[in-house]
């Protein structure tokens, strides 16, 4: 089956660094997805990862263990604007197309 | 702006109603989905279109109805609906079934009451 998990609420400080982490277990593993929702708002894209390691991309860093199915998403310098829901979404392949299966979410809270 | 436009974007509806979510997209995508967004639950596909044809129904039950005109345009009939479908429907479009990067709507938030 399919399982994605991911700590349901976190809380930082403005300024500083915070790791939210995921785990998944899928059986045609094709890329792993990072997205940011802000409350009422679309999700929308932060980050992809196929192949193991760090993708950095300004003040936000994925990373990706396909041997150990665990993914981080590192937000840096900690803005109050970050204050968002961060989904963790894997791409499996499965019936001969891609489909994206979501986390249920870790709702992220920066504090001044 | 994420070029997705959706619908009323909030919707009361009793569960006797009939009513429709629409979606349309400007991204000259092929690819069209619905996803039901519920309060701390993963995001759940509903349905997923290409080049305007249906090639999943994720066990959706029968009073959701989509439909797909063309690649630019998807809605969501609702009918006889439950209390516990109220949730936010997402629609989302990708260039190619399965392409890496989908693009979503803001949503519509429906409530049943």
């Known amino acids: 089956g399919q399982n994605i998990d991911q700590p349901t609420e976190m809380t930082a400080t403005e300024g500083a660094i915070v790791q939210i982490n995921c785990t998944y277990q899928?059986?045609?593993?094709?890329?792993l997805f990072w997205y940011q929702q802000h409350a009422g708002e679309a999700p929308t894209f932060l980050s992809y990862n196929v192949l193991d390691g760090l993708e950095e991309k300004g003040r936000f860093s994925s990373f990706l263990s396909r041997s150990k199915g665990y993914s981080y998403l590192l937000l840096k310098e900690l803005q109050m604007k970050d204050s968002a829901s961060y989904l963790c979404?894997?791409?499996?392949?499965?019936?001969?197309?891609?489909?994206?299966?979501f986390g249920a979410g870790t709702r992220l809270a920066v504090h001044p | 702006e994420t070029g997705v436009t959706q619908t009323p974007r909030h919707l009361v509806m009793g569960m006797t109603n009939k009513k429709s979510l629409k979606c349309e997209q400007h991204l000259g995508h092929n690819a069209m989905y619905w996803y039901k967004q519920s309060a701390k639950k993963p995001l759940e596909l509903m349905f997923v279109?290409?080049?305007?044809?249906?090639?999943e129904n994720n066990s959706v039950p029968s009073r959701f109805s989509p439909e797909c005109p063309n690649s630019s345009h998807l809605f969501l009939h609702l009918h006889t609906l439950q209390p516990e479908d109220s949730a936010l429907y997402l629609c989302?479009?990708?260039?190619?079934?399965?392409?890496?990067?989908?693009?979503f709507g803001e949503g519509s938030w429906l409530t049943v009451v």
């Open positions: 899928t059986s045609g593993f094709n890329g």
């Open positions: 979404a894997v791409r499996d392949l499965k019936g001969g197309y891609n489909k994206l299966i």
């Open positions: 279109y290409n080049f305007k044809e249906q090639t």
């Open positions: 989302a479009s990708s260039p190619t079934l399965g392409e890496n990067t989908i693009y």
